[in-house]
């Protein structure tokens, strides 16, 4: 089954304006149009920069007991997280990820191994 949605948990989290820490979230795959219209944002216009913050707004779609995401939350994130969350876009994403080709010993089959996502590791196996 193709996944289009991706849990994740914040290494240190949003802090809302009522002191709330909000950790888990939802990423969505991105869209053509996710790319593409935050390109005429005046703010990205002014700084390329600024398009990670349009781009992760667009995608999350949950933090926490906010279910909607916007530049200004996004601003708001530790460094920590917003390095985090662009991670996970490029791996959810493909973008600059590849897949091992391995061999199995047994039967000799080759297959690819997935890269693992922010968080995951090779000790941790996911439960899905």
Known sequence: MFQTEFNFTLPCGYLDDGGTL?????????????????????????????????????????????????????????????????????????LGAEADSVVCPECRHQFRREPSLPGESLATPSLN
């Not at 790319?35 to 992760?56: C, M, T, W």
Request: charge should be neutral; glycine fraction near 4%; avoid cysteine.
């Open 22 to 94: 909000h950790r888990d979230g939802v990423m969505r795959r991105a869209t053509a149009a996710d790319e593409i219209l935050p390109l005429r944002d005046p703010r990205v216009a002014d700084n390329q920069a600024y398009l990670a913050v349009i781009l992760l707004s667009r995608v999350v779609t949950r933090l926490g007991s906010l279910s909607a995401i916007n530049p200004k939350i996004v601003e708001g994130l530790f460094a920590t997280d917003m390095a985090f969350l662009q991670d996970l876009y490029n791996q959810v994403n493909q």
